[in-house]
């Protein structure tokens, strides 16, 4: 199984940049990094997913260095409904889908 | 359009009696998956079925849980003589198929989940 590991908690305040980094050492070359979000009482939902260098959609940013082990989910001006946990999961393509998410990262956004 | 749907939201049941947890997928997606999460942790992935083909059971706790998917539609997660360790939220998702796309992997869907408390 790819392994990955990310902080526990985060704390930040309304309007600031956040980057989450995540370490996923023994990556394959089929798998993808994925991202979820989830909100107290709420299954996870998609954010983003790449495959090397940079991803952006209207959410977040993916960074993904070229040895792609590890990845930073940066999430610009975040406001207090940022306030979740934020999973890093390598998504094993051969794997059929079957997602293995850790503990992730409690994000707290302050006023 | 509609999201997948799960039922009950919350069920109480005394330690030793069976309960059925149901999933409604997005119509139109052949994968489905049912984790388990327990208060704190991360989401453990129990089974997951992909259209006509054999569900992978492989992370299903113990010989009580099972669980069933008729065609590309409803699917119910039983859980037979319930324990006091199988209270967590049970979650459903679903896919427009398992694995991998063309350069990308499908995203999955979530539920809101019921949560099971055993007493």
Redesign the interface.
């Known amino acids: 199984l790819a392994k990955t590991t990310q902080p526990i908690s985060m704390d930040s305040y309304e309007g600031q940049e956040v980057n989450i980094t995540c370490s996923h050492n023994n990556i394959a070359t089929n798998d993808y990094i994925t991202w979820y979000q989830q909100f107290p009482s709420q299954g996870p939902r998609f954010i983003i997913q790449g495959y090397k260098t940079k991803v952006t959609n209207e959410v977040a940013s993916l960074f993904i260095p070229a040895d792609r082990k590890s990845s930073t989910l940066s999430l610009p001006r975040v406001s207090l409904s940022d306030t979740a946990v934020y999973y890093c999961l390598v998504d094993r393509g051969s794997t059929l889908g079957r997602l293995y998410f850790g503990r992730g990262t409690q994000l707290t956004v302050w006023p | 359009g509609a999201g997948?749907s799960q039922s009950p939201s919350n069920k109480v049941t005394e330690k030793g009696k069976d309960v059925e947890l149901r999933c409604d997928p997005i119509s139109g997606h052949t994968?489905l998956?049912w984790?388990r999460q327990r208060l704190?942790?991360?989401?453990?992935?129990l089974i997951?079925f992909?259209g006509n083909s054999a569900p992978?059971k492989?992370?299903l706790p113990s010989d009580r849980f099972s669980a069933e998917r008729t065609g590309e539609s409803v699917s119910t997660l039983t859980i037979q003589r319930t324990q006091q360790e199988d209270s967590a939220v049970y979650?459903c998702?679903s896919?427009p198929r398992?694995?991998?796309g063309l350069?990308?992997?499908?995203?999955?869907?979530?539920?809101?989940?019921t949560r099971l408390t055993v007493t």
Request: hydrophobic share 30%; no cysteine; aromatic share 24%.
């Open positions: 997948v994968a998956y984790y704190g942790q991360g989401l453990e992935f997951y992909q992978d492989s992370g979650l998702a896919s398992a694995g991998l350069g990308f992997s499908y995203e999955q869907y979530f539920g809101p989940g």
